[in-house]
């Protein structure tokens, strides 16, 4: 299943309408910039495992390699940040963000840390705010594309099955 959308948020998502406005403004500022430019700029502010240096952990979280990249993490930092702000609060959302993207930057520089491809995107950090809603929601109300369409106890239902009438 999809999440789509919640219903029981108490606190406006501040934070993550933050990350989600940065991410745009990132994408717009590389829409702008010709190819070659582009090219440099993206190996001067993502992560370079071959000359590493500490705040493109923090700068290559804002940048994204396509169209489909940025509306992916975007898509996804709105579906799930908002839930995870909504449990936790606004502060303690601050660090989880970075910290799991500099453990994530820093398995790929451990992995090839001869690399000359610069590491762009938050994948780290989307894991990681997904990882923060593995603690339970109480009561979450969420809107699911379900590809399979069935009822709610059949879902629940499992390897138990359910009858057509969905019981």
Do not use: K
Request: proline share 9%; hydrophobic share 40%.
């Amino acid at each position: 299943m999809i999440p789509l959308r919640t219903s029981s948020l108490t606190l406006t998502p501040y934070i993550t309408i933050t990350i989600i406005a940065l991410n745009a403004l990132a994408w717009l500022f590389e829409l702008s910039l010709p190819h070659e430019t582009l090219n440099d700029f993206l190996t001067v502010y993502g992560v370079v495992p071959a000359y590493f240096s500490t705040p493109t952990l923090i700068t290559s979280m804002f940048l994204h390699g396509s169209w489909s990249h940025v509306l992916g993490n975007s898509g996804t930092c709105d579906s799930f940040g908002d839930n995870v702000e909504d449990r936790f609060g606004h502060r303690p959302l601050h660090p989880v963000l970075p910290v799991v993207r500099i453990a994530a930057a820093a398995g790929q520089v451990a992995v090839d840390p001869s690399s000359t491809l610069p590491t762009i995107g938050a994948s780290g950090a989307i894991a990681g705010r997904h990882g923060r809603l593995l603690r339970p929601v109480p009561a979450l109300a969420r809107a699911d594309a379900d590809p399979l369409d069935l009822p709610p106890d059949c879902r629940a239902a499992g390897d138990r099955g359910c009858s057509a009438s969905g019981s």
